[in-house]
């Protein structure tokens, strides 16, 4: 058996050896020119005037294009692929995002201009050498904001930033249980903007075959066939006439998913020039580009009882989209953002009011966890708030609140059915990892000692993968939301799995292969994985949202099940005896109670190239399996961690950190403990020090560079202890829940909730995220009147 082993990841040996070929790696027979852009520097301004013929006349330049040329060609705009509607039904004041301003400018780094050149270095000095002349206009960066009557309107056709209003919950259920609480708290819970920086960026290299009028696109993308359905609209291009290659990448979190400018134009450009053309962004445009995340400006409230039950609880948010609405953030914003809002606990009444608010900065969309730790942070921090006002445990609080076992399957407040899971068991595991009674008393031996040591808790459940397609066209989406996956076993009895989604990290090549090896009885070195090509994968929706196990995952297992079913009846007629009187055995197949027995392979050859074989029983050893989930899965957690506060700088050291995870049946439990570990660094980075943050009076993008863009180092972290305890989900054939997103969603508020338990005796109630050294040291000053 290959399920639930530790097998070593089947890609890294050519990661660590830097044979890994990424899109900046391709090379082709004939030369490729280079794309560069011409970015804007102000984040509002209208468009005077573009002079291209500096940039036109300098050395190696093979074109220069705007956005006039690219209307011109009859193309169109980024549409997005998950609209919501508003509050009332009607359509959302949706923007789309044009490729090459024309007018108008809305966002510093937007682009204005293209240049193609022989060479990058020959690009990038012609893109600076377009000549571009705005009029300068005031900027609403600042999300809580937007909406307020002098606040500068970023499309004058709408006459409002307001992109949309949706509301969820019972309003009246949650009044009436307020109006009957004995303790009420509310907190202001803004959840920072950040952005993805995985290892590689983007890069994209674009051909046009005039011959065929064929398109060829590779891509750092983590959805080959999403992004082919793009330029259906984008390019007018038939999705039959462009094969879409996503080749090894590096870290994509959810930023490659996205119908980024560069992508339509890069493609537009080869055809233009008429040699293939490739652009790869550098770190300052990636960190201006790339789209950013999480962006809240929210106000909490939570009532109790005289037990410390909580009784509702009351959210307004508003919600940024930069200055256009993107392909996801509709969805992001809305769908997967509000239905985490009971998170771990029994919560009879919850309402929340949602606003989508357009702003001048880059565009906002998916980023890993997508909607859901914005919902963890927000009602974290008001339990852990409500548990330091009401003299309770935050953790005591935690549990006199948590859904029991007994509960499930629970229907939330806003009407979303976790199936399975036991909080109390994850809780009393977690309890014990990290010592929490003991940690307790060690903090109050510290304090005597001037020390702040601080306990952070949250427990959630997640929201992961993605429902049925039906449902989730009804909630708006315009993209399947099944995948897809074949299983060809050739004649020598070797197999390929051609899967839909793609792996950027996640090592599907080791756990479809764990998958595939169990079911087909093979060893899992007759298997290869191959992912990323639509010319060779049937269909795909990409990796994302925690997806990819119980979606292609699950085609995996359900084509290799049906192989098994087709070749058992071979191999019967093969051995001559009943179906139900052979034992499948590792590498082949064998007749109860003899000695007879026959190979994997020679069933596999004779599949193809055996006349005698059952009737009915086609040629061929070959399925292909398009899987629609029967729902979402709800994987659960409970995290811990221990920091201490410098209160004379502000600093943080964080100690110790404890997750105990429910993700249903691990695959290989490697490959869990290295995506927990991934998702905890990224949300402890949100937590800590990551912003993308815009100067609030002109719009200036002021996180340019990794000096001024912090992210956590090695030395920044301690050493995760980590566990899990397993509920079979069972709306799927293996049971499993998704990993990926975790940390992510209970890491910013475990850490923060710690901060504030360190200092909460200093009088500091809040601080917000990123709670930097700066922000704690002067919310210390301000507690105590300095």
């Known amino acids: 058996m290959y399920i639930g082993e530790p097998v070593l990841r089947r890609e890294d040996e050519k990661f660590l050896r830097g044979k890994g070929q990424y899109v900046d790696d391709i090379r082709l027979t004939e030369p490729i020119a280079h794309a560069a852009y011409t970015r804007t520097p102000h984040a509002h301004a209208k468009i005077v005037n573009i002079s291209t013929n500096k940039a036109a006349s300098m050395p190696g330049v093979l074109a220069v294009l705007t956005g006039r040329d690219w209307l011109d060609a009859g193309f169109g705009e980024a549409d997005g692929v998950w609209p919501v509607k508003d509050k009332d039904g009607k359509t959302a004041n949706t923007v789309n995002r044009p490729f090459l301003a024309v007018e108008k400018v809305r966002y510093v780094g937007e682009c204005v201009a293209m240049v193609i050149a022989e060479d990058r270095y020959q690009a990038l000095d012609a893109a600076e050498a377009v000549e571009v002349s705005y009029d300068v206009l005031p900027a609403n960066a600042v999300t809580s904001k937007a909406l307020d009557e002098d606040a500068p309107i970023l499309h004058e056709e709408l006459g409002t930033n307001l992109v949309l209003e949706t509301h969820h919950g019972n309003k009246f259920a949650v009044d009436e249980a307020f109006s009957k609480a004995s303790h009420i708290t509310e907190v202001e819970v803004p959840s920072n903007r950040v952005t993805a920086c995985p290892i590689e960026p983007r890069s994209y290299l674009g051909h046009y075959d005039p011959i065929n009028d064929q398109y060829t696109f590779w891509s750092s993308t983590q959805a080959p066939h999403i992004v082919r359905k793009y330029f259906t609209n984008s390019m007018r291009i038939p999705e039959h006439k462009l094969r879409v290659i996503a080749p090894d990448v590096g870290g994509g979190f959810g930023m490659k998913l996205y119908h980024y400018p560069e992508e339509p134009t890069v493609l537009w450009a080869a055809k233009v020039v008429g040699k293939p053309v490739r652009w790869t962004g550098t ?96 009602v974290e921090r008001l339990i852990e708030n409500a548990a330091h006002e009401l003299g309770i445990d935050p953790l005591e609080l935690r549990e006199r609140n948590l859904i029991q ?157 049906r192989i098994i079913e087709k070749a058992n009846k071979l191999a019967a007629h093969m051995l001559e005896c009943a179906v139900e009187d052979l034992i499948r055995e590792e590498g082949g197949f064998t007749v109860k109670g003899t000695d007879r027995s026959i190979t994997f392979a020679d069933v596999a050859d004779a599949a193809y190239h055996r006349g005698d074989r059952p009737e009915g029983l086609e040629i061929g050893l070959e399925e292909t399996v398009f899987y629609d989930p029967k729902d979402c899965n709800y994987p659960s957690a409970v995290h811990i961690c221990v920091v201490l506060v410098d209160p004379k700088t502000g600093n943080v050291t964080l100690r110790d950190y404890t997750a105990v995870d429910d993700v249903g049946t691990i695959i290989n439990p490697m490959v869990l403990e290295g995506q927990v570990h991934g998702g905890l660094v990224q949300g402890i980075g949100q937590a800590l020090m990551e912003e993308c943050a815009y100067d609030s009076e002109t719009g200036q993008y002021v996180s340019g560079t990794f000096m001024d863009y912090a992210m956590p180092r090695a030395s920044d972290l301690p050493s995760f202890a980590l566990d899990s305890y397993t509920t079979l989900d069972p709306d799927n054939p293996l049971g499993i829940k998704g990993a990926g997103e975790s940390g992510t969603l209970g890491a910013p508020a475990c850490v923060c909730n710690a901060i504030v338990d360190a200092i909460w005796g200093l009088g500091v109630q809040q601080v917000t995220q990123p709670m930097t050294p700066r922000k704690i040291w002067h919310a210390i000053q301000n507690a105590n009147g300095n």
């Not at 929490?436 to 427990?459: A, F, H, S």
């Open 405 to 561: 076992a007994n509960q499930m399957p629970y229907k939330t407040a806003v009407d979303i059915t976790y199936n399975v899971a036991d909080l109390p068991v994850l809780m009393t595991k977690a309890k014990k990892l990290a010592r929490y009674d003991e940690l307790r008393e060690e903090q109050e031996n510290l304090r005597k000692k001037g020390i702040y040591m601080g306990i952070g808790t949250c427990v959630f459940f997640d929201m992961a993968g993605a429902g049925p397609t039906k449902m989730m066209n009804e909630l708006g989406a315009k993209i399947g939301c099944y995948d897809v996956a074949s299983c060809r076993v050739h004649p020598s009895g070797k197999v390929t799995i051609f899967a839909g989604s793609h792996s950027h990290g996640q090592a599907h090549e080791t756990t479809w292969s764990q998958i595939a090896a169990d079911r087909l009885g093979c060893d899992i070195e007759d298997i290869e994985l191959v992912e990323g090509d639509t010319d060779r994968v049937p269909f795909g929706i990409g990796t994302w949202g925690s997806r990819s196990l119980s979606t292609a995952g699950m085609a995996v297992a359900v084509s290799a099940d």
């Open 283 to 378: 770190r300052s445009e990636s960190l201006v580009s790339d789209t950013h995340a999480r962006d809240h400006f929210t106000r909490g409230k939570i009532a109790f009882d005289t037990n410390g039950k909580i009784l509702a609880m009351s959210f307004r948010t508003m919600a940024a989209y930069g200055a256009y609405e993107g392909q996801f953030q509709a969805s992001i914003a809305n769908a997967y953002h509000y239905c985490l809002l009971s998170c771990g606990y029994d919560i009879p009444a919850i309402y929340a009011e949602i606003k989508g608010v357009y702003t001048n900065s880059t565009p906002v969309d998916a980023y890993r966890g997508a909607g859901r730790p914005e919902a963890v942070y927000q």
